[in-house]
């Protein structure tokens, strides 16, 4: 019996052992392959601050290019309705105040 125990534990080791391996494996073919790559790849020179600001720029108005701006007429109606939903709740909430108001007073 210990020895089927003893004979199991050790078939985990080595399957234990065998994945370290493996994962060793696996981490020096990644790190092989970074360095091949960054030898077939030139390195790039560095850019200036303002090369950068200037490519930053040009990224930013081609995106604006591409939004869809609402219109002149949508513009306005959500504006009013805006509008329209502060005041409602202004005088909601101030016509709950003044009910607790009164409330308070009559207790006191």
Same mark, same amino acid.
């Given at each position: 019996?210990?020895? =089927? ?7 985990? /080791?080595?399957?234990? #052992?065998?994945?370290?391996? @493996? &994962? %060793?494996?696996? =981490? ?5 392959n970074k360095k /091949?790559?960054?030898? #077939?790849?030139?390195?790039? @020179? &560095? %850019?200036?601050?303002?090369y950068k600001f ?42 709950i105040d003044t ?10």
């Open positions: 019996m210990a020895e =089927k125990v003893k004979a199991k534990q050790k078939k985990e /080791l080595n399957l234990y #052992k065998d994945e370290q391996v @493996e &994962k %060793k494996d696996i =981490k020096k073919e990644k790190i092989n /091949l790559q960054e030898e #077939k790849e030139p390195k790039e @020179e &560095k %850019k200036s601050l303002w200037m490519n930053f720029c040009h990224g930013v108005k081609s995106e604006a290019k591409k939004v869809r701006w609402t219109s002149k007429e949508d513009m306005l109606k959500y504006s009013i309705a805006t509008i329209v939903f502060i005041i409602f709740c202004s005088i909601f909430f101030y016509g009910v607790f108001a009164l409330i308070q007073s009559l207790f006191q």
